[in-house]
Structures are given as structure tokens and as C-alpha cells.
């Protein structure tokens, strides 16, 4: 029994009423809204502003890893060299030369073997007779580590 304003409103039918819902029923099942695809923006953001630092962090520290390595090799072979030889080596290119290093390393903040900075021996651990050869050996990069020290001083 259908009462006349249920007939006017258009809610009187049962036909009429499983069609709006089939209707409301796709339109909903067909996509997301708005709101849902704002959100899921917002949280896709989030995560990359976390992520991102964390990401960058880690190949610096990766970077200064490998550089603090290839420091202590290259004095261990400088203090190698002058056990054996009872002298330092007059460069670099000479601990690769005599075979204690297979390669100089590349310096992985500047990218180049060419700009380790070479000190030489001061002349109080010189004998007499001898050349001051290389005693310690830094790297040429510029700019500052993770911990704040500059590159110069590792």
C-alpha cells in the first residue's frame, strides 16, 4: 500500500528502489573518492620524506666507509715499505710499482686517484742520507664528513 507522498517522493516502488541501489552500488564499486585517494597521497609522502634522508645518509656513510679503508691500506703499505726498505716511498705510484698495493684506490668523495695528499717524512724520522718520502697520506676532497671533521683531516 503506497501512501501518496511515498508516490510523489519516488519512494513507493520496489522496482524503483533496487534500481537506485544497484546505481549507488556501481557508482561506489567503480573507483576511490577523492578523500581516500587524498589520504593515500599523504601517507605515500610521509614515507618518502623519511625514507629519502635515511636513503642519503647512508651512501655518505657508505662513501666515508670505503675512504677511511682505502686511508688505512695505503698507510699500511707505507709503513710496510719502510720496514722493508728501511725508507719511505718517494710517492704514491711506488707502493703500486714495488707490488704493495695492486692499484691506487680511488678517493670515493672526490672520485679521482688523483687527489690524495701526500705528506712527506719530517726530517727528525729521516736518516741522514735519506730522501723524506712519503709518511702519511690524506685525502684532497673538500667539504666535511658525517661527524663534522673535514675530509683534510682524515
Same mark, same amino acid.
Given at each position: 500500500?503506497?501512501?501518496?507522498?511515498?508516490?510523489?517522493?519516488?519512494?513507493?516502488?520496489?522496482?524503483?528502489?533496487?534500481?537506485?541501489?544497484? *546505481? /549507488?552500488?556501481?557508482? #561506489?564499486?567503480?573507483?576511490? %573518492? +577523492?578523500? !581516500?585517494?587524498?589520504?593515500? @597521497?599523504?601517507?605515500?609522502?610521509?614515507?618518502?620524506?623519511?625514507?629519502?634522508?635515511?636513503? *642519503? /645518509?647512508?651512501?655518505? #656513510?657508505?662513501?666515508?666507509? %670505503? +675512504?677511511? !679503508?682505502?686511508?688505512?691500506? @695505503?698507510?699500511?703499505?707505507?709503513?710496510?715499505?719502510?720496514?722493508?726498505?728501511?725508507?719511505?716511498?718517494?710517492?704514491?705510484?711506488?707502493?703500486?710499482?714495488?707490488?704493495?698495493?695492486?692499484?691506487?684506490?680511488?678517493?670515493?668523495?672526490?672520485?679521482?686517484?688523483?687527489?690524495?695528499?701526500?705528506?712527506?717524512?719530517?726530517?727528525?724520522?729521516?736518516?741522514?742520507?735519506?730522501?723524506?718520502?712519503?709518511?702519511?697520506?690524506?685525502?684532497?676532497?673538500?667539504?666535511?664528513?658525517?661527524?663534522?671533521?673535514?675530509?683534510?683531516?682524515?
Amino acid at each position: 500500500m503506497k501512501h501518496g507522498f511515498q508516490e510523489a517522493a519516488g519512494c513507493g516502488g520496489a522496482p524503483r528502489g533496487e534500481n537506485a541501489l544497484a *546505481r /549507488d552500488t556501481l557508482r #561506489r564499486s567503480s573507483g576511490f %573518492t +577523492l578523500l !581516500e585517494l587524498i589520504v593515500v @597521497m599523504t601517507l605515500i609522502g610521509l614515507l618518502v620524506g623519511i625514507a629519502l634522508p635515511a636513503y *642519503r /645518509d647512508a651512501t655518505q #656513510r657508505a662513501k666515508e666507509a %670505503t +675512504l677511511r !679503508e682505502d686511508l688505512a691500506r @695505503m698507510r699500511e703499505a707505507i709503513d710496510e715499505y719502510h720496514t722493508d726498505k728501511g725508507e719511505y716511498p718517494p710517492a704514491l705510484e711506488d707502493l703500486v710499482t714495488v707490488g704493495y698495493l695492486r692499484a691506487l684506490p680511488q678517493d670515493p668523495i672526490s672520485g679521482s686517484d688523483g687527489t690524495w695528499q701526500i705528506e712527506y717524512a719530517p726530517w727528525e724520522m729521516v736518516d741522514e742520507g735519506q730522501i723524506a718520502g712519503v709518511f702519511n697520506v690524506r685525502s684532497g676532497a673538500e667539504g666535511e664528513g658525517l661527524n663534522g671533521t673535514p675530509y683534510s683531516e682524515w
